[in-house]
C-alpha cells in the first residue's frame, strides 16, 4: 500500500505561480510511475501530467503544456507540479496518483492522494 500526500495549494491571482508536491510513503518510489490529475466541481476528473519512474519522460495535457512542468526527486519519494501562467480555469482540486507505468487515464492509476486545491482569481 503507498500512500500520496499532496501539499502546495492556495489561493493565486492570474498569472501567478504555485508549486505542489506529493510526498509518497515507500522506498520503492523509484519504481512508480506518477501522475497529476485535477477536478473541479461539477466535471469530471482529467488528466494533467505525468511522469516516467526514472523522470526521464513526461506527458502533458494539451491546456497545460508549456506552463506547467512535472518532475521528480527519488530520493525524497517526491513529486512536483510546478505551475506558472496560471489561469482561473485552473481552478481545482489538485490529486496525484501512482502506477507502475505511466498513463493519462485516471482508471489506469493504483494509488492516489487526499488533493490540494488551488484557486485562481481574475
Known amino acids: 500500500q503507498v500512500q500520496l500526500v499532496e501539499s502546495g495549494g492556495g489561493l493565486v491571482q492570474a498569472g501567478g505561480s504555485l508549486r505542489l508536491s506529493c510526498v509518497a510513503s515507500t522506498r520503492a518510489f523509484s519504481s512508480y510511475a506518477m501522475g497529476w490529475f485535477r477536478q473541479a466541481p461539477g466535471k469530471e476528473r482529467e488528466f494533467v501530467a505525468a511522469?516516467?519512474?526514472?523522470?526521464?519522460?513526461?506527458y502533458y495535457a494539451d491546456s497545460v503544456k508549456d506552463r506547467f512542468t512535472i518532475s521528480r526527486e527519488n530520493a525524497k519519494s517526491t513529486v512536483y507540479l510546478q505551475m506558472n501562467s496560471l489561469k482561473p480555469e485552473d481552478t481545482a482540486g489538485y490529486y496525484c496518483?501512482?502506477?507502475?507505468?505511466?498513463?493519462?487515464?485516471?482508471?489506469?492509476?493504483?494509488?492516489w492522494g487526499q488533493g490540494t486545491q488551488v484557486t485562481v482569481s481574475s
Open positions: 511522469i516516467s519512474r526514472g523522470g526521464g519522460t513526461t
Open positions: 496518483a501512482a502506477r507502475t507505468v505511466a498513463s493519462k487515464f485516471s482508471y489506469d492509476y493504483d494509488y
